[in-house]
Nanobody, 127 residues
Framework: QVQLLESGGGLVQAGGSLRLSCAAS????????MGWFRQAPGKEREFVAA????????DYADSVKGRFTVSRDNAKNTVYLQMNSLKPEDTAVYFC????????????????????WGQGTQVTVSS
């Protein structure tokens, strides 16, 4: 069982930065692919970024590539999402999710792959 808790959301002006954190409990974190997803009002949940169990593989949605960076610290059971050059269209609730996948070298984009989810943190970017 993995429990996830996101933090770091807030209100920021366009062009600004935020760093989201996702703290995990449970012994399987180090073997889990960790993903970030977001959901804007009236829209489906969409993939943002993911990192494999050891950080060796990462993937980003085209809409955030070059602006967002996903990283993890397995010693702290925490995954991060650094968001720079934020745009109003980045406004959404951001969720972290865990997919127990030891040894995986490819990370998944489908929410269906992920077994555990946090409650989400709101990010609002004003124009």
């Amino acid at each position: 069982q993995v429990q996830l808790l996101e933090s770091g959301g807030g209100l920021v002006q366009a062009g600004g930065s935020l760093r989201l954190s996702c703290a995990a409990s449970g012994r399987t974190f180090s073997w889990s692919t960790m993903g970030w997803f977001r959901q804007a009002p009236g829209k489906e949940r969409e993939f943002v970024a993911a990192t494999s169990w050891n950080g060796g593989s990462t993937d980003y949605a085209d809409s955030v590539k070059g602006r967002f960076t996903v990283s993890r610290d397995n010693a702290k059971n925490t995954v991060y999402l650094q968001m720079n050059s934020l745009k109003p269209e980045d406004t959404a609730v951001y969720f972290c999710a865990a997919d127990y996948a030891p040894g995986a070298t490819v990370v998944g984009r489908s929410p269906n792959r992920y077994d555990y989810w946090g409650q989400g943190t709101q990010v609002t970017v004003s124009s």
